[in-house]
Each structure stands twice: as C-alpha cells, then as structure tokens.
C-alpha cells in the first residue's frame, strides 16, 4: 500500500512539472520553460542541470542505470526532458 501511494505521488508531480512545461511551450515562453525542465531533471532523475549538460549520451546512460540495468522510466523522462530543453534553446536561439 504504502510503494503504491508512493509510485502515485511520483506520477502525479511528473503529470504537473510536464504540464507546466508544455504551458509554456504553447505559450512560447522559452525562458520560463527552461526553468520548469530543471524541477523534474532534478526530483525525479536525480541529476543537476550544469551535470547534464556537459555529459555525453553514454555518460548520461551510464548515470541512470541501476545495478547494471537501465530503468525504462527514467530513461523515457530523462529522454523527453532533453528533447524539450533542446527545443527550447533552438527556439531561443531563432528569436
């Protein structure tokens, strides 16, 4: 009972920090998204911002697994945390 509410909770803070993101997104407000992508980069993965950026994919992998094993669901946030953040930048850049 208690790992379920635990997993829940988890859930439920992703759902929010993805929402905030995606607000921003529609809202094209690149620096307050950039923000946003920190919050869960941090909580749920485990990993500082300035860390990630100066790791390779390899590196990055190699940080996520756990007893040799890769978890799907990190892997699968981690992966769409970088993807936004890349868009963002990009859509930064094009301002």
Known sequence: MLHRDYITRIIEQMNKDFA??????????CENALVEIQTP????????????????????????KIGGELPVGKTIVTSSLLKEKLYFRIARQRR
């Open 20 to 29: 905030k993101i995606l607000f921003n997104k529609e809202l094209k407000q």
């Open 41 to 64: 980069g941090e909580n749920f993965i485990s990993l500082k911002r300035k860390i990630i950026g100066q790791l390779i994919e390899a590196d990055i992998i190699s940080l996520l």
